[in-house]
């Protein structure tokens, strides 16, 4: 079982940054690649970026490339995405997800979620 806490969303002005934090706690020594996915009111979760195990390779939706970046830090069992030049259609639920391989993670399959952390980018 792996628990998973999201951090530092909040509001900010369009084409400003923030940085999420996902800590990882519980299973954590298995080698879990790590994603971001976000949700807005009436749409569906989307992907927006995976991290594998060794932070080695990443994955990012197009809608957020050159802007997001996703990293990890194993020694600390946490993950970050820093985000710069937001938009307002980035305002979302931003959540944490956790799996065996980017695969499960990219199809959300057997995955553990975070709570999810509000994020809004005021125009």
């Known amino acids: 079982q792996v628990q998973l806490v999201e951090s530092g969303g909040g509001l900010v002005q369009a084409g400003g940054s923030l940085r999420l934090s996902c800590a990882a706690s519980g299973r954590t020594s298995s080698g879990y690649a790590m994603g971001w996915f976000r949700q807005a009111p009436g749409n569906e979760r989307e992907f927006v970026t995976v991290i594998t195990w060794s932070g080695g390779n990443t994955y990012y939706a197009d809608s957020v490339k050159c802007r997001f970046t996703s990293s990890r830090d194993n020694a600390k069992n946490t993950v970050y995405l820093q985000m710069n030049s937001l938009k307002p259609e980035d305002t979302a639920v931003y959540y944490c997800?956790?799996?065996?391989?980017?695969?499960?993670?990219?199809?959300?399959?057997?995955?553990?979620w975070g709570q999810g952390t509000q994020v809004t980018v005021s125009s």
């Open positions: 997800a956790a799996g065996v391989d980017l695969v499960y993670v990219l199809r959300r399959e057997n995955v553990y």
